[in-house]
């Protein structure tokens, strides 16, 4: 009642009762900005925070955790609360450019060059990983947990029924879904349009090779070339084989239709495994997987990482925390209830599921390219055109449009001045 | 006589009809809420769940709980005073006119209409500016941004209403917050109704506000919801009976003041 | 006419609301005008003057045309739909059947359920799978032996944004029902008794007594439904995720300012968003005074 009867007055005065708020820096709590809520996400934090109180039990752990559209409203969040000068301490980023176009250009993040020294983390994470997250040498984030962008789900059953085998080049791959369609099978489960977003970006790797697909990013391919034409016409090609009901479904409804024998392929990040264990299925009998055909000994990642704000409230508990997120023993926590692998290349095997024991291998063994969706290649106004060009070209199906519209995307947002 | 009552069973076939086709979708929401995770399935729907079990409820709950609070400490003030204010500005600008009152009425009209997302930036920087944040700033938004839709209601309700009402009062020496008092407010519940169940509604459904004003323990109910879907995995079975839950406090307000809504719609509230 | 007293008293008591809306509707509008017609792209504010740019850019955008030409689909169906809904409803409701409230009450219920909930029952319902995975209503409808109702629903080139509007009119319609049966009961009873004694059929006291009767209502459900169909965002994310086929002005604004931290053109899709609702509300205010003071 008190409250209450509190708020109606502050209501009714609310422009009288100006206040101003003060206080000095203090190192009792870290407040943790994240978009993990639910599930798997929510719990791998909670471990993390375990880890934490442990080490450091003086400071309090804040989970400002905002969810919603793979990250999409924690953005939104987060842009108004630097917009109005209230950091938090730390925040969760995708690894690579969606952190460093938007934030390091904006001057909100500090360089962890010292802090990646002290922890001797550059022995431990692949050397191929740490340029994709620094920018002029300095480096921006800790990744805590990596995940596999491309990735071929395929259900078992129905590739021996019609006596396909598991396809390493996009040729292959386009004379399988041939056959599979033949067969009254629909050969590849698509979903709404970030996936095809996800399933155009592992496209351009496996038909350009990670060399040139690496060189779109950095200005070295030129977006306009014979190549890329090739890629989109294959993209088209691999989209005539597709489920007419994608635009209607969620990732996680057109990963489905794989493990229920609905469709013999999908492409989608390593995430998906999580949701085919959750639904009970086993690995290699009712899911296999394979790099997306053409993408063969290339590890094409994303990463959530933490970040250290610029005028964060509480600096060195901030650094308290990264400290942790960085640390072996957080990661191997963290990641077995994710779902996801260490960035460190150093985690025990023992912890996780066959499928993931098998990215850890390749994780410290192939050459690291990154993900265009899950924002480690591109800055967010690039990638948004991409977006944008993208559903124009869904619409319309014409490859010179589209390609037209990459180079000016490119030129605009990305390095092609 | 007899052809009536034909006619009636015609329109109870129809009426029937279109109450299928509005709990449709409350049915998949229903059934979903207590299945499974692994018998969520596009293709099984329909299916009633194998078991009826209240897992999903509980666990929905447990989530929704601490802002559940949250929700109810913003939304009474919220609804309150934004009432409150809406009916003193109806009485006002409808009876008591002075000059620029007719400007000032589509002055505040307008307020209704904006696009909420085109005013967020400047909203959380001004909020953060007067020092006004968490469930007290949200509560101060909804407050604002409710009073073009209160006070029309009661400006409406009240130009509807004979001026010799108050010119009794008047020649009893009544002052104008005692004509208010005595004669307008005790007449003002239906329009009261309209308002308090429209402010209500947006002020609990709300997302937007909610999730860029308030922070971490200050969540209200939505945001909670939302933050039960996890970033990659969604889990609808218990999305779905979060939902149930988080929508039962804007059904009782319906159940139990939805026969004074009509009334107070008839009360010339919503007249154009 | 009043008292000097009571007159100040009258402003200070609405003074804090006028206030309130000067700062928080037109001082805010004020802002996103000048962001509109800056270069602001990126984190840190800029300010440098673009002049129309913004505007200019958008207006040949194929992403805007898109947005336009759907938002044009979805407010008619949208408010075509409801007020046609609403008004069969309470008609039928107006006729005196027990149960009236049951049925009034379950019409009203979709409003309390908020729209990221039910926007992904939509979207299970309106799955346009084929064949053995066919679902949802579709599913329905050939069990029924209605096929010639299966349809791709969303997923329709170009119309496919009409079937969002009408999860939108489930939600709404409800509520344009109750507002046409306050509208009905206000009709006195001695007027539709008069038109029957004179012979005159139930069809013709509707078209000719009752709904010219109720143009004010409709005229006001107009309003609350139109200007609620340009700011529809989180129901299209709901059912169909953002995808460009059903992009509309105000999930384009979102993604462009929060996504992609182009503030500068969210700011002009905003204001365009409010000219279009101020050339539908401002002659809709202007009409309903001037009617006011002719009585």
Known sequence: MKRILLLVSIGLMAVMLLSACGGGTDESQVEVFSWWTGGGEAAGLAAIQEVFNTEYPDIEFVNAAVAGGAGTNARAVLATRLQSGDPPDTWQGHAGQELIGTYVAGGQIEPLNDLYEAEGWLDVMPDTLIPLISQDGNIYSVPVNIHRANVLWYNPAILDANGVAVPTTVAEWLSAMETLQAAGVTPLALGEQWTQMHLLETVLLGSLGSAAYDGLWDGSTDWGSSAVTTALNEFVEILSYTNSDAASLSWQDAAQLVVNGDAAFNVMGDWAEGYFRELGKEPMTDYGWAPVPGSGGVFQFLSDSFTLAVGAPHPSAAEAWLKIAGSREAQEAFNPVKGSICARTDCDPELFGVYLQSAMDDWSTDHVSGSLTHGVVANDSWKSEIDTSLGLFMAEMDVTTFQASLVAACESSGPCQ | ?272 | MFKNKDRYLSILLISPSILAVLIFVYGFIGWSVRVSLSNWKGLTPDYSWAGLLNYVNLFSDPRFLVDIRNTLIFTVVFVIGCIVLGFFLAVILDQGLKGEGFFRSLFLFPMAISYIVTGVVWRWLMNPAEGARMSGLNLLFSTFKLDFLVNQWHTTPTWGIAAIALAAIWQMSGYTMAIYLAGLRSIPEELREAAQIDGASKFIIYRHIIIPLLSPVTLSALIILGHTSLKVFDLIIAVAGKQLPLDVPAIYMWQTTFDGLFYSRGAAIGILLLISVAVLIIPYIRYTLRTENQL
């Open chain 2, 1 to 272: 006589m007899k052809t009536l009552s034909i006619r009636k069973n015609w329109l109870y076939v129809v009426l029937v009809a279109m109450a299928i086709f509005y709990l449709l979708p409350m049915y998949v929401m229903l059934v979903t809420s207590f299945k499974s995770f692994s018998e969520v399935d596009l293709k099984t729907m329909w299916d009633l769940p194998q078991t009826l079990a209240l897992d999903n409820f509980i666990e929905a709950f447990k989530q929704l709980s601490p802002s559940l609070r949250n929700s109810i400490l913003m939304v009474i003030p919220a609804t309150l005073i934004s009432s409150a204010l809406g009916s003193l500005n109806g009485f006002i600008l409808a009876k008591w006119k002075f000059r620029g009152a007719d400007f000032i009425f589509p002055f505040i009209l307008f307020g209704m209409f904006i696009p909420y997302q085109s005013i967020i930036i400047p909203l959380v920087q001004f909020m953060s500016m007067i020092g006004l944040q968490g469930l007290v700033g949200l509560a101060l938004a909804h407050i604002i941004y409710g009073i073009p839709i209160t006070t029309l209601t009661f400006r409406n309700y009240y130009a509807s209403l004979p001026q010799e009402l108050l010119e009794a009062g008047k020649i009893d020496g009544a002052s104008m917050l005692g004509i208010y008092r005595h004669i307008l407010l005790p007449i003002s519940l239906p329009s009261f109704v309209v308002v308090l169940i429209w402010q209500f509604t947006s002020a609990w459904n709300d997302f937007l506000f909610a999730v860029i004003l308030t922070g971490n323990t200050e969540w209200p109910i939505t945001v909670a919801l939302n933050n039960m879907a996890g970033s990659q995995i969604i889990s609808w079975n218990v999305q779905m009976a979060g939902s149930f839950l988080a929508a039962l406090p804007t059904l009782l307000v319906y159940i139990f003041l939805g026969r004074y809504f009509l009334r107070g719609l008839l009360a010339g509230s919503l007249k154009g």
